[in-house]
């Protein structure tokens, strides 16, 4: 087991190294800081000087690999490669435009990603699996027809329609809830409360049918037979065969997500004005914030990466043939 | 009148080709056939397929460019410049057909089939006294309803009756339509024509037939109501600068045809190939396709795109010279983005393929090859690609939804199109803040979501229809 762990964690290692050179050659590479700096000065105000002064402040003007002028092992440290990039390993992402410290950001700002994500996710989960249950317990009925298209049709809204819609309704016409903002503490439900019911309302649609297919196809299996044969309810024949032995494929999809949790959700926290790493994700994209954004990259890989450890792990949890191998 | 070629456009036709050489290599492939005659069965397949076949026809009206020749250069030959000067406005022939709609814009926002503006306005009228009075009033909008002059009372009679004319020929159409297709089939299956009127709405021929017909039905009386709506009024009304939202929403189809398609297209080649490859090969090779996938997927999609959109565009705006007109350069940025869709989207289909090409190298007829020494090109291209075919067209319908989806997210996230490109995700994003608006603009989301809706749903439910035919898995039941 240990060993096992052991071994997927070196697997990732090189991953990780493999998404810090794309991350570099996209940044740098692609094009040079030069081409950087012009973008971000603007075009009245590029002059050698100017671009030579934006470099040099954010550490933009050394070589990209190979230091030649440095001494000792500062010939690979003093560079971009090394600064920028290798440094991320470390935790250490650098400065954002405006001076601030970026890994700091990043921690202050994961509590309100969260704080909608979570919920968003487990209420999501369970409203999705309930929902797929019951379409497999009345299967090839009317229900099951209908549902199925209530679901092609809401997975064929785009998600900012959800969020217009469910802004206009419940917050502006209803007046339940306000409209968008954050508030610390207790208090902070009410502002959780309409982008969690929309998070878990625009998942519907995909989710549900995904499941429902997982479903049928568990039920046609030999043991589901047996199953019923010995005399056992529909019921029962669900949630302990069909369920269990269904989560297999359902974790693959679910587990992986878990970590990215932390990312938070672009669109849901920019249109309700959530402090979270997405609306920063989002302001850092529309500034033009390239230190901000080659941050997210990278640990958004990382969180990737230990969600395919974490579904390995859950694996030998439910099913006993991986556990006992 | 010069045309222009944009590489959109290059891309868009090829695609054309391409179907119909996918069309020429299914009819002549008996097992493909098979599976899209189970397509042709399915009613709400073909249903959405009429639905997009309508979608795709305006994409490709406005797929043809070119710029027309300014009116000053094109006077007498004397004051003619040695250079023609050609207008610096690319219009395709889905701008020229929809002039009206273009051209007459109001000053802002107007309803939905208005006479007169959505918000109050000063106005000075010169009483019967001949002293000027200030007046507030809703102001006469400058096109919509124009020709009824004076008589803005007969507004509904109007509509009406254009709604009634509309019905008209779209019932004339129809029925040329559907003896078209009882003749057709009668032909087909040696039938007198009422047999054949008989079997398409008794569902008892290999075509979905009546689904088709109904779906025409329903497109041919909006479409007509729509167009015979469009010259006098503004049908979806107009936005905040007074543009019709009907031409917004029909200039979007493109935008949304390209991202889904295009991005298919850069997809394809390298799933296929690095997948077949990977799959065939095995060793070294293998494990070197195997890491690159999984160092791309696992950086999160909307994030690589992010940062790919934000150096691409350091790179157009740094190469100003590169466009002459501005259609040029908003052109080459939905390339780029379709490019960076696709760069990102290959690892899921490459990773299935390999597992099936490893699955396939080990059969039988295969191995027989491989011992006869029939090289491993030949193999591959007579033995394995073939049998990849049906999860390759399943992969192709199923993006597409997704990408048009995608499109608005990205859009919205200012990651998207170019700003000045009409499109579902800036069409939304102009329009998110009216519904706060104090009397409300609801009709720009309106006509956004409709069309978008539509679009996506008629994508999704053609998938479905394609996956349950050509996947082995499913044909059986179905």
Redesign the interface.
């Known amino acids: 087991m240990l060993a096992y762990l052991v071994r997927r964690l070196l697997y990732a290692l090189p991953i990780l190294i493999g998404v810090n050179l794309i991350t570099f050659a996209l940044f740098f590479v692609v094009n040079t800081p030069d081409d950087m700096a012009r973008m971000q000065l603007g075009v009245k105000r590029v002059t050698p000087e100017a671009i030579s002064r934006w470099k040099a402040e954010r550490g933009y003007d050394k070589p990209l690999f190979i230091n030649d002028e440095a001494i000792g092992s500062a010939v690979f440290t003093d560079t971009i490669f090394f600064s920028k990039s290798a440094r991320m390993f470390a935790g250490d992402f650098g400065r954002a435009e405006d001076g601030r410290d970026i890994a700091r950001e990043i921690v202050s700002r994961m509590g309100p990603s969260l704080a909608i994500a979570l919920p968003t996710f487990i209420v999501g989960l369970l409203v999705t699996v309930s929902f797929a249950l019951l379409l497999t317990f009345f299967r090839a009925s009317y229900l099951d027809f209908w549902g199925v298209v209530l679901c092609v049709a809401m997975m064929s809204i785009s998600g900012l329609f959800y969020i217009i819609g469910g802004q206009y309704l419940v917050s502006k016409i209803w007046r339940l809830v306000p409209i968008s903002g954050y508030g610390g503490g207790l208090d902070a439900w009410k502002f959780l409360l309409l982008p969690v019911l929309i998070g878990v309302l625009s998942g519907i649609g995909s989710s549900t049918r995904w499941y429902r297919t997982i479903f049928l196809e568990e039920i046609s299996r030999d043991y589901v037979r047996t199953a019923r044969a010995k005399g056992l309810s529909e019921l029962t024949v669900l949630f302990r065969h069909v369920l269990r032995n269904a989560l297999i494929p359902i974790l693959t999809g679910v587990v992986v997500v878990i970590p990215l949790l932390f990312m938070g959700s672009l669109l849901t926290e920019s249109f309700f004005g959530i402090p979270g790493l997405g609306s920063y994700t989002i302001d850092a994209i529309n500034a033009q914030d390239f230190a901000v954004v080659r941050a997210m990259v990278f640990i958004g890989s990382v969180m990737y990466i230990v969600g395919l450890i974490l579904t390995d792990l859950s694996y030998t949890f439910v099913d006993p043939r991986i556990r006992f191998n | 009148m010069a045309p222009v070629i944009l590489w959109s456009d290059v891309l868009i036709w090829l695609l054309v080709v391409a179907a119909i050489a996918l069309g020429w290599l299914s009819a002549r492939n008996p097992l493909l056939r098979a599976a899209w005659q189970r397509v042709g069965r399915n009613r709400a397949g073909m249903a959405s397929a009429t639905v997009l076949l309508a979608f795709v026809g305006v994409g490709l009206l406005d797929s043809i460019h070119f710029r027309s020749l300014l009116e000053s250069s094109a006077g007498p030959a004397a004051a003619r410049p040695a250079a023609q000067a050609y207008s610096v406005d690319v219009l395709s022939l889905l701008d020229v057909a929809l002039t009206p709609l273009r051209t007459r814009n109001e000053k802002t926002y107007s309803e939905p089939l208005a006479t007169r503006a959505h918000a109050k306005e000063s106005t000075e009228v010169r009483a019967a006294d001949g002293r000027i009075r200030q007046s507030r009033d809703y102001p006469r909008l400058k096109y919509g309803g124009a020709h009824l002059g004076a008589d803005e009372a007969g507004h509904d009679a109007d509509v009406g009756d254009r709604l009634l004319r509309a019905s008209g020929i779209a019932a004339l159409v129809w029925g040329a339509l559907a003896a078209a297709m009882a003749g057709g089939l009668a032909r087909a299956e040696a039938c007198s024509r009422r047999e054949a009127w008989r079997r398409i709405w008794r569902n008892e021929s290999d075509f979905a037939g009546n689904a088709v017909l109904v779906a025409m039905a329903v497109l041919l009386l909006l479409g007509l109501s729509m167009a015979m709506l469009a010259t006098p009024y503004h049908v979806f009304g107009t936005d905040k600068v007074g543009q019709d939202v009907l031409y917004q929403v029909l200039k979007s189809v493109r935008t949304a045809l390209v991202i889904g398609l295009v991005t298919t297209l850069v997809m394809l080649p390298l799933s296929i190939f690095l997948g077949v490859v990977a799959g065939y090969f095995r060793g070294w090779i293998d494990d070197l396709i195997q ?2 996938y ?3 997927s ?3 999609g ?3 795109i ?3 959109v ?2 691409m ?3 157009i ?2 190469h100003p010279h590169w466009f002459t007109t501005a259609a040029e350069r908003a052109d080459l940025r939905l390339l780029a983005l379709c490019f960076i869709l696709g760069v990102t989207s290959w690892t899921g289909l490459c990773r299935l393929l390999r597992g099936e090409t490893l699955k396939l190298r080990e059969l039988e007829y295969i191995q027989a090859a491989q011992a006869f020494g029939v090289s491993d090109l030949r193999i591959i291209a007579r033995h394995i690609l073939p049998n990849l075919m049906h999860i390759v067209i399943i992969a192709l319908v199923m993006d597409f ?1 997704s990408l048009v ?1 995608a499109e ?2 990205l859009s ?4 998207g199109v170019d700003p000045t490109m009409i499109s ?1 995700g800036t069409m ?1 994003n102009n329009a ?1 803040l009216e ?2 608006r104090e009397p409300m603009v609801w009709w720009s ?1 309106a006509a956004a ?1 409709v069309f ?2 539509t679009l ?2 008629a994508a ?2 053609l998938a ?1 229809a394609v996956r349950d035919a050509f996947d082995p898995r499913l044909a059986g039941s179905a």
């Not at chain 2, 919205?412 to 990651?415: D, F, K, L, R």
């Open positions: 890491y690159l999984t160092t791309l696992s950086i999160p909307v994030l690589l992010a940062a790919a934000l150096m565009q350091v790179v705006d740094t939804s989806l608005a997210v919205y996230v200012g990651i579902f939304i998110r519904l706060a989301l979501f978008m809706f996506v749903l999704n439910l479905d």
